[in-house]
């Protein structure tokens, strides 16, 4: 059996869990179950990373001794993984002993090794950060990540050898394009290699500044740096060096978020390399969950309490949103507002009212019996040739961690469903005693709800439980192995009986989180649910703008200088999840990350049609939302008699171009 090992940051204990920790908990969560479901044994880890600067002031500042706080908060973020019903095979904690004296172990052979040498340094320390900034790094004069300005500290420490191991890591990276993925951050981390050399690691702390650490084996006046102990969590947790895990399981993969690029990119595969120990296979990293488009943070009082939203829309709607609202690699920005609409229109409108219907009529018309199957009509080879279409980019998009992507394949499988249960129409073949037909037509809508339900095993496993268990199906999931369902249109066997009614999901209000605001007075961003339901239910609004053909307004060189107009790339294009008219896509303008841009154009364009190509964008247009989904630009069209054109460059030019 193939082995599979997947890591989740180890989180820092100086604040609770937010919907941020809970994201890179929940994919991992999904990684392990989908792996598990192909025929993998996985092993998954999560824990809380304990020692350093800003722990021993957040323990001060309560009044609690270090070790107190860290077992307090770190109980809470066990605590929060289990009641979100994550089934981690281990949670490490760096101050546990095993952890202790693995890094001690490691921290010894890379000395002996002769990488590890005393020296004085002088540098820019943030205490955010936790480590020393040179003065190229810092962006006028603060720290990137915090904005403050850091403390200019001189002392004599340990330092690691990282520079002796540029030209490797720098020629891995080039031999194993997907060792560091999305390519954004591949090419990231190669830039950061390219633009000078690589400086060596200050791997240790004076005891006269700071005690809460790991002790250096070689100097007992030192402690280790939290992020040279922290990074070996990965490896202790396998009982690194000669546990049977560690010789099982490694190499695994990580999962990180964009901030903690540099320590997983350089830091940890220089220290493997270092102490002998075979690279990581992938490292995977996603971008943040914004609030209000502005990254979560406790001092603004912007942070979400998973556990808080799990009351009110359930632990798989919020498994789902979580997956389908970011696209990996990319930001996304939460609002209870998005959650409504993601839950109720794929949910509550596509999934579970398809389930409804169609156990319903199975009810009516079969007396809840799986009808036999009879000759396909070309209709239903259509529904199975879109099931195994659907079931093979779900699996090879998951596999790439293009979970949106994977899961809006898998959605095309039931929409298609839907589509055709309206053209297929059983009400009718049933008042017309068809009864060959409608056992037909019956027959493949049940086996296409049982395709749905396996494949969705990893991503909500409780809700593919309950429509399995509708089915009359298996409902353990050891039992199944997803590349094996995918292969044919089989599963529902004529003469079982089955559930006759369904109400999986039940619809989203916006009073629904009325309560949740009085419970949870922190969790700002939930008060913007205010008219959230009313929005969902709008009319579908178009992107494009009114034309007038007569009457059009003059306007002065000043107004039209004030439109920004750029060329960008569609990277991305989909279906709006709450209409039909209008698609989602992401435009790369050149920027850090794509830009969301929802445009009316539906009608003239399949989504297929439009990725990669160059369009025209009005770039400086105040963001509105639009069924839900804000939109950050508008696309440029020409009308035409029955159809509609985009402008587009005559010929390709770069993501960004100004249109002048």
Request: charged content about 25%; proline content about 5%.
């Amino acid at each position: 059996m193939n082995s599979f090992y997947i890591t989740t940051p180890i989180y820092y204990v100086n604040s609770n869990p937010h919907i941020g920790h809970a994201y890179t908990t929940i994919v991992a969560d999904c990684m392990t179950r989908y792996h598990r479901l192909i025929g993998c044994d996985a092993f998954m880890l999560t824990g809380t990373d304990e020692h350093g600067d800003k722990i021993f002031k957040a323990a001060t500042q309560a009044g609690k001794s270090p070790q107190a706080f860290v077992d307090e908060v770190s109980q809470k973020f066990k605590d929060t993984w289990e009641e979100l019903g994550l089934h981690f095979n281990r949670f490490i904690r760096t101050t546990d002993k095993e952890h202790v004296a693995a890094v001690q172990a490691f921290l010894q052979k890379v000395y002996d090794n002769g990488d590890i040498y005393f020296g004085e340094y002088g540098g820019h320390y943030c205490y955010g950060c936790e480590r020393f900034y040179t003065e190229k790094e810092l962006e006028d004069g603060l720290c990137p990540q915090h904005r403050q300005k850091p403390e200019y500290i001189a002392e004599k420490n340990y330092f690691f050898r990282m520079s002796r191991y540029q030209g490797w890591l720098k020629e891995h990276i080039l031999n194993n394009p997907d060792f560091i993925r999305p390519e954004r951050y591949r090419n990231e981390v190669l830039s950061l290699l390219d633009s000078g050399a690589l400086e060596d690691l200050c791997i240790s702390r004076p005891k006269t500044r700071l005690t809460w650490g790991i002790e250096l084996p070689f100097d007992r006046d030192y402690v280790c740096y939290v992020w040279f102990d922290a990074l070996l969590n990965y490896i202790s947790a396998l009982d690194y060096p000669d546990g049977p895990n560690f010789k099982k399981f490694w190499p695994g993969e990580h999962l990180v978020a964009k901030d903690i690029l540099k320590p997983h990119a350089v830091f940890w595969p220089t220290m493997l390399k270092a102490g002998g120990v075979e690279p990581y296979k992938h490292l995977n990293v996603h971008g943040y969950w914004l609030v209000r488009e502005t990254k979560m943070s406790k001092s603004l009082g912007n942070v979400i309490d998973p556990v808080q939203l799990t009351k009110v829309c359930g632990l798989d709607s919020f498994r789902y949103y979580l997956l389908r609202e970011m696209h990996f690699g990319a930001d996304a920005s939460f609002s209870v507002e998005s959650l409504i609409v993601r839950h109720n229109a794929d949910l509550a409108n596509d999934l579970g009212n398809l389930f409804s219907r169609v156990l319903s009529m199975n009810r009516k018309y079969f007396g809840g019996k799986v009808p036999a199957p009879g000759k396909l009509a070309p209709e239903d080879q259509a529904i199975v040739d879109l099931a195994a279409d659907a079931q093979a980019r779900y699996l090879e998009l998951f596999e790439e961690t293009k979970f949106s992507h994977a899961l809006e394949a898998l959605w095309e499988l039931v929409r298609g469903l839907n589509k055709y249960v309206d053209s297929s129409a059983p009400w009718t073949l049933f008042k017309e005693n068809n009864t060959e037909r409608l056992s037909t037509v019956m027959h493949t809508l049940l086996t296409g709800l049982f395709k749905v339900a396996v494949q969705l095993l990893p991503v909500m496993p409780e809700a593919a439980r309950q429509m399995l268990e509708q089915l009359s199906k298996d409902t353990r999931p050891e039992n199944y192995n997803l590349k094996e369902t995918a292969k044919d249109f089989n599963g529902m066997n004529p003469g079982e009986q089955i559930a006759g009614a369904s109400s999986l999901f039940p619809r989203l209000e916006e009073s629904s989180f009325d309560n949740l605001n009085e419970q949870a007075p922190k969790a700002t961003a939930i008060s913007t649910v205010k008219n959230a339901a009313k929005q969902a239910e709008k009319p579908s609004e178009q992107a494009s703008p009114d034309v007038k053909e007569e009457g059009v307004a003059i306007i002065g060189f000043d107004d039209f200088a004030r439109v920004d107009l750029k060329i960008g790339t569609v990277t991305l294009a989909e279906k709006h999840p709450a209409a039909d008219k209008l698609l989602r896509l992401e435009v790369d303008l050149g920027e850090e990350t794509p830009r969301q841009i929802v445009a009316g154009i539906a009608e003239f364009f399949t989504p297929a049609e439009l990725v990669g190509k160059q369009v025209c964008v009005v770039a400086n247009l105040a963001p509105r939302k639009l069924r839900g989904l804000e939109s950050q630009g508008m696309l440029l069209a020409v009308r035409k008699p029955g159809g509609l054109e985009l402008l587009t460059p005559s010929g390709p030019v770069s993501a960004g171009s100004k249109v002048s």
